[in-house]
């Protein structure tokens, strides 16, 4: 925790020339931002006070589709912080996501650019649509398209993190289709090979590794009363939002998660607790 918070000082200071200026720029005439869905999170952090006080910041960014945005998943994960009293710096988001849309159809949206320029993040997060494992050529070009968004990410001075996705629900309607039967055939095998090509992107490109579709899968074996997916099958419900949220939250705070007291509305203390427990659990990524 101390060289993660060390961090956050030392790449804070970069940003110290370019908030004064930010700052008159925002005062003098309101920014707006084309393209880019940028939230804040629902109960902000608190003021932060300014001079050698001041609490570093860690400064997240989204990139991906309807898994990263459904139930405001990405604002979860700065409350969480801000609920955790063993974390000692506040968490800042941003994000440009569409739904149903690829790593390599977001490449070319102007909105790409304009969030993630030079400095603004210390973690640029990125998540790959669902069927991105289901074929050939579906992994060619998302490697293709992980390649470019890694570079791009180390260029504005951040680290790239690859949002490890979910199979489908096991009786999803996809695993019947014939074009998808010889590839995907059930849910386990989805997550295979979900696992395997993420796995390996991620060392190749020096990528960490958020592997939000491990936890998905032991929750579903050790918790099956608890429904992670929305009626689709695909997105998540509120609860698989949490548990991604989670260990995101643990992947990049390297924190433990007893500490936590933050519960989204709709979800009971007991579903809260559980699914702290099967992100608390150590497995091999």
Same mark, same amino acid.
């Given at each position: ?154 260029? $504005? ?7 490890? !996705?979910?199979? =489908? /629900?096991? *009786?999803?309607? %996809? ?50 009363? $608890? ?7 695909? !997105?998540?419900? =509120? /609860?698989? *939002?949490?548990? %991604? ?41």
């Amino acid at each position: 925790m101390n060289n993660c918070i060390k961090r956050l000082h030392k790449k804070s200071q970069k940003h110290n020339k370019f908030k004064a200026l930010a700052f008159l720029c925002l005062m003098t005439f309101p920014l707006f931002i084309s393209g880019c869905k940028e939230q804040k999170p629902q109960e902000p952090p608190a003021a932060q006070s300014q001079g050698n006080n001041k609490d570093p910041v860690m400064r997240i960014a989204f990139v991906g589709n309807e898994y990263t945005t459904e139930n405001n998943m990405l604002n979860m994960v700065p409350l969480m912080a801000k609920s955790d009293p063993s974390t000692q710096f506040n968490v800042e988001v941003g994000v440009h996501a569409v739904a149903n849309n690829s790593l390599a159809q977001l490449w070319s949206h102007p909105a790409t650019k304009t969030l993630l320029t030079p400095n603004s993040w210390d973690y640029v997060i990125i998540q790959p649509n669902s069927m991105w494992a289901s074929s050939e050529g579906h992994v060619y070009v998302t490697q293709k398209s992980i390649s470019a968004w890694s570079r791009l990410i180390n260029n $504005i001075q951040a680290h790239p993190v690859l949002f490890m !996705t979910w199979p =489908l /629900e096991r *009786s999803h309607p %996809t695993y019947a289709d014939l074009k998808h039967m010889s590839t995907l055939k059930n849910y386990k095998n989805m997550h295979r090979m979900i696992h395997g090509y993420s796995k390996a992107l991620a060392k190749k490109e020096g990528m960490s590794l958020a592997p939000v579709g491990n936890y998905w899968m032991v929750a579903m074996e050790k918790n099956p009363d $608890i429904n992670l997916y929305a009626p689709d099958g695909s !997105t998540p419900s =509120l /609860e698989g *939002s949490y548990l %991604t949220a989670l260990v995101i939250y643990k992947t990049l705070v390297d924190n433990t998660l007893d500490d936590i007291t933050y519960i989204p509305q709709g979800m009971s203390e007991e579903t809260k607790d559980a699914l702290i427990a099967i992100a608390s659990t150590k497995i091999e990524n």
